[in-house]
Nanobody, 123 residues
Framework: QVQLVESGGGLVQAGGSLSLSCAFA????????MRWYRQAPGKERELCAE???????????SVKGRFAASRDDNDYTMRHTLALQMNNLKPEDTAVYYCNSRVQSVGGWRDYWGQGTQVTVSS
């Protein structure tokens, strides 16, 4: 069993910064891309950033230049974390943010999601 536990988020004024973190817990034999998604009220879930195991990162155009994703992997201890630094936040960044990855655990490969964390940007 694998759990993704998110922390961070909150309320910030436009132009401010926030950071999110996602800690992977459990038995992890393999892990590849990690992703940050967000979902605003009434909108579909949107991919914000994707970071490969080798560190290649792709950002959505809406966050490029303002958000920075990073990851830390330790296969020996099975400890993996994903982070998202969000700068120059805008009201349209308001959403619930989710971390996601496809992970190999005891039962094989499957998708896992964090519980979601609210980010609210006031104008």
């Amino acid at each position: 069993q694998v759990q993704l536990v998110e922390s961070g988020g909150g309320l910030v004024q436009a132009g401010g910064s926030l950071s999110l973190s996602c800690a992977f817990a459990g038995v992890i034999f393999g892990i590849n891309e990690m992703r940050w998604y967000r979902q605003a009220p009434g909108k579909e879930r949107e991919l914000c950033a994707e970071i490969s195991r080798s560190g290649d990162i792709h950002y959505a155009d809406s966050v490029k230049g303002r958000f920075a994703a990073s990851r830390d992997d330790n296969d020996y201890t099975m400890r993996h974390t994903l982070a998202l630094q969000m700068n120059n936040l805008k009201p349209e960044d308001t959403a619930v943010y989710y971390c996601n990855s496809r992970v190999q655990s005891v039962g094989g490969w499957r998708d896992y999601w964090g519980q979601g964390t609210q980010v609210t940007v006031s104008s």
